[in-house]
C-alpha cells in the first residue's frame, strides 16, 4: 500500500516466531528484503527455534557456528514488552568485552540472540523519523546496516491482529515509535554500611554517542556464574573501622547511655514505688509476717492540776468510803465520807436504816481497806447520820466548804458508789439553789419525811450514791447527795430502779456540819420551830394555820414562838425573810435551814391584808 508516504513499521504488530518446513527463519529473508526499502527503517531480527530433529538423534556440532549464537539458540525466544536485560547476564557495553552479545539480551545496536553483530557498525548511525540508531522497530528484521545471521530463510509473515493505521498512532498508554529507548541497568544490591562501593561502570551510552568499536572476530564469553546470595543488612555486625565508614561521635553516644541508663532508674523507681505502696497497704490492712508493735505515747508526770476534775478526784478519794449495810428486813449500799480522824463518817439516814438495831455495817475505803462501823447517831427529819469506825489509821477526812458562798453554774464534783461500782467520778455544775425537796414518807405518818433546801446539780448521781460528798473546785464538800429526779416509778407494777436523768439534790454542807456536830456529841439533832400546826391540805399560796392541832389541841401552841409573834389560826403566812412561798411544805424547809433561836421575818396575810411579823425560832429534839 502506497499512499506518496514512507511506510512504517507497525510495533503493534509484531508477527509471532514460526517455523519454516526447513528449520530456518521465515522472516529473515523478509526482513532482509525490508531492509532495502528506501525508508530507511530498520527492525531487529528475531531469533529463529533450530530445526526438529528426530527423537534419540544427538546434536550434531556445526564447526562454523558461533558459540555466542548456540548459547543463545538455548536461551527462550524474545517475547514482545520483556525487560531488555537479563538479570543475571551484563548487557552490551557494561560487560568487560564490548561488542559481544550476551545470551537472551538486546540492546541498542546488539543483534538479537542468533544474530552476529556486523563489525564495524556503527551504534549511532542516525535513523529517519527520529529512530534511535540500534532501536528495533519491528521484530524480525535485522537492524540496519546488520546483516541477517546466514542460514535462515524468510517466513511467511503472519496477519496483524489489526488493520494498518494509515496514521501511524499508537494506543493509549504507550510510547510511539519515535520514543528514545530507556537507559538500561543491572539491578544491584545495596552494599553494606561502610563497604567500600566499586568504580562505576560506564552503562547504556546515551542516545547519539557512538559504541566502542566491536572486535573483528567475537570472542566466546565464558558461561556467567551464579551471583552469591544476597545478605540481610545487620547495622551491629557491619564492621564500623573500614575505609570510608562514618565516624562515630562518641560523645553522642555517651549522652544517650547516660539518658538510657537515666530514664531506666526513673522507670525502676516508679514501679518500685508502686509495689512498694501496694505491698505496704496490703501489709498494713492484712499484717505481715511479724509481731505487730502498735505506737503509743510515752510516760508523762500523772500530775494534774488541783482544781481539775482529775485533781479533784484524786485529792478527795481517799476520804470517801462505801457502806454495805445488811438487816433483818433489808439491805443496801450506800457512801459516806470521813469527818476527822477519830473515825467519824457522815451519810444519809436513809443509807444505815435498813441495819435497825442490830443490824451489821461495813465500810470500805478507796484503797480497799475494810472495817466494821457502827451508828453513831441519825436523824429523819434531816435524813442525816454519823457512822464510827475503830482502830483504824491513817484516815483521811475531807474539808468542808461553806454552802453559802455557791454560786449557780460553779464546778462541782460527785464521789460515791452507783449501783454498787465504789470510787465513781462524777462531774457538773450547781443548776439551783435553795430548792425545797421532800423525801422519805414511807411510813406514812410522816414521821420518815426529810425536808431539804437542797443543792440541785446536773453531775450524774444514781442510786449508791446516797450520802457521798459533792465537792466544789478547791475539793471542799459543800453538799451530800441526797436525792434524784427519777423520769420513771420505781413503785410501778413491772418497774425497777431508775437512773440519773441531770438532776440531782445535795443537802448543803452548813445544814449537814450542824446536824453531824449534834449527832456526834448527843446522839441527837434539833430541829428549829415555830410553834404552829401547819394545815398541809390547803391548796391555795402560800402556807395556811391549821385551826386545830394534831390531838385536838390549839393550832398555835401557848407561849411558844408563834403565838409571841402574834401569829392566829386561820393565817396564811406567804414570805420568810423576804422569799415568796407556795406550800407549807415549803415553809418547813426553809425554817430547817436555819438553827434554833434564829429571826425570822414572816409575812402574814389576814382578812385580806398583809402584816410583818418577826419571830425567834425554837427547838425541837429528834425522836
Not at 519491528?138 to 546496516?145: E, I, K, R
Not at 444519809?348 to 438495831?357: D, F
Not at 457502827?374 to 435524813?383: A, F, L, M, T
Not at 394545815?535 to 407561849?559: F, Q, S
Request: proline share 12%.
Amino acid at each position: 500500500m502506497d499512499e506518496g508516504k514512507p511506510t512504517k513499521a507497525k510495533w503493534w504488530s509484531r508477527p509471532k516466531s514460526a517455523s519454516a518446513p526447513d528449520g530456518t527463519g521465515a522472516g529473515a529473508a523478509e526482513a532482509a528484503g525490508r531492509a532495502e526499502d528506501t525508508s530507511g527503517d530498520f527492525t531487529l531480527a528475531a531469533a529463529s527455534p533450530p530445526p526438529a530433529e528426530p527423537e534419540g538423534t544427538p546434536p550434531a556440532a556445526d564447526p562454523g557456528a558461533d558459540p555466542a549464537a548456540e548459547t543463545a539458540a538455548e536461551a527462550p525466544p524474545w517475547v514482545p514488552g520483556q525487560a531488555d536485560t537479563a538479570p543475571d547476564t551484563p548487557a552490551l557495553g557494561t560487560a568487560d568485552t564490548p561488542g559481544v552479545t550476551a545470551p537472551g539480551v538486546t540492546a541498542p545496536g546488539v543483534t538479537a540472540p542468533g544474530v552476529t553483530a556486523q563489525a564495524g557498525a556503527v551504534a549511532g548511525a542516525s535513523a529517519p523519523d527520529g529512530l534511535a540508531p540500534g532501536t528495533a522497530d519491528t521484530p524480525g528484521a535485522p537492524a540496519q546496516g546488520v546483516p541477517a545471521q546466514t542460514g535462515t530463510t524468510p517466513a511467511e509473515r503472519p496477519r496483524p491482529l489489526h488493520d494498518p493505521d494509515p496514521y501511524s498512532t499508537p494506543p493509549y498508554g504507550e510510547p510511539g515509535p519515535w520514543a528514545p529507548a530507556p537507559p538500561v541497568q543491572h539491578p544491584a544490591a545495596t552494599p553494606a554500611h561502610g563497604t567500600q562501593l566499586p568504580a562505576a561502570h560506564s552503562g547504556t551510552p546515551p542516545h547519539g554517542t557512538p559504541h566502542p568499536q566491536a572486535h573483528p572476530q567475537p570472542t566466546p564469553q565464558p558461561q556467567p556464574q551464579a551471583a552469591p546470595p544476597r545478605q540481610p543488612y545487620d547495622p551491629w555486625n557491619a564492621p564500623l573501622q573500614q575505609s570510608g565508614a562514618v565516624p562515630v561521635d562518641k560523645d553522642k553516644q555517651q549522652k544517650r547511655a547516660r539518658r538510657i541508663i537515666l530514664v531506666g532508674i526513673a522507670v525502676i523507681t516508679l514501679v518500685a514505688g508502686g509495689i512498694g505502696g501496694v505491698l505496704g497497704a496490703y501489709l498494713e490492712r492484712n499484717g505481715g509476717g511479724t509481731d505487730i508493735e502498735l505506737p503509743q505515747a510515752d510516760s508523762k508526770d500523772k500530775a494534774r492540776a488541783k482544781d481539775s476534775v482529775a485533781g479533784i478526784a484524786a485529792s478527795s478519794l481517799p476520804g470517801v468510803v462505801t457502806l454495805h449495810v445488811s438487816g433483818d428486813e433489808a439491805q443496801g449500799t450506800g457512801t459516806g465520807f470521813v469527818l476527822d480522824g477519830k473515825g467519824h463518817i457522815l451519810t444519809n439516814n436513809h443509807v444505815v436504816e435498813p441495819a435497825g438495831t442490830g443490824g451489821e455495817i461495813s465500810v470500805t475505803f478507796s484503797g480497799g481497806e475494810t472495817a466494821k462501823a457502827e451508828v453513831i447517831g441519825r436523824d429523819s427529819g434531816y435524813d442525816l447520820a454519823v457512822v464510827k469506825v475503830s482502830r483504824v489509821r491513817g484516815l483521811k477526812p475531807l474539808p468542808l466548804g461553806n454552802s453559802e458562798n455557791v454560786q449557780v453554774g460553779d464546778p462541782v464534783v460527785a464521789i460515791g458508789a452507783p449501783f454498787d461500782l465504789e470510787n465513781t467520778v462524777t462531774s457538773g455544775i450547781i443548776s439551783a439553789k435553795e430548792r425545797p425537796i421532800t423525801a422519805g414518807g414511807e411510813k406514812g405518818d410522816g414521821s420518815d419525811i426529810s425536808y431539804v433546801n437542797a443543792l440541785q446539780t446536773d453531775a450524774p448521781i444514781n442510786p449508791g450514791n446516797s450520802g457521798g460528798p459533792l465537792v466544789d473546785s478547791e475539793a471542799r464538800v459543800i453538799g451530800i447527795n441526797s436525792a434524784i429526779r427519777s423520769a420513771e416509778d420505781s413503785s410501778a407494777p413491772g418497774g425497777g430502779q431508775a437512773g440519773s436523768i441531770g438532776l440531782g439534790f445535795a443537802i448543803p454542807i452548813n445544814q449537814g456540819k450542824r446536824v453531824a456536830e449534834e449527832l456526834i456529841n448527843t446522839g441527837k439533832a434539833t430541829h428549829p420551830v415555830i410553834g404552829v400546826t401547819l394545815d398541809m391540805e390547803y391548796t391555795g399560796d402560800g402556807a395556811r394555820v391549821g385551826d386545830k392541832g394534831k390531838d385536838g389541841g390549839p393550832a398555835v401552841n401557848k407561849g411558844g414562838p408563834g403565838d409571841r409573834a402574834g401569829i392566829k389560826p386561820g393565817d396564811v403566812i406567804t414570805e420568810v425573810d423576804g422569799r415568796r412561798i407556795h406550800s407549807g411544805d415549803e415553809l418547813i424547809v426553809k425554817i430547817r435551814a436555819h438553827r434554833p433561836k434564829d429571826s425570822l421575818e414572816l409575812t402574814v396575810q389576814r382578812a385580806g391584808k398583809d402584816r410583818k411579823v418577826t419571830l425567834v425560832l425554837g427547838a425541837s429534839s429528834s425522836s
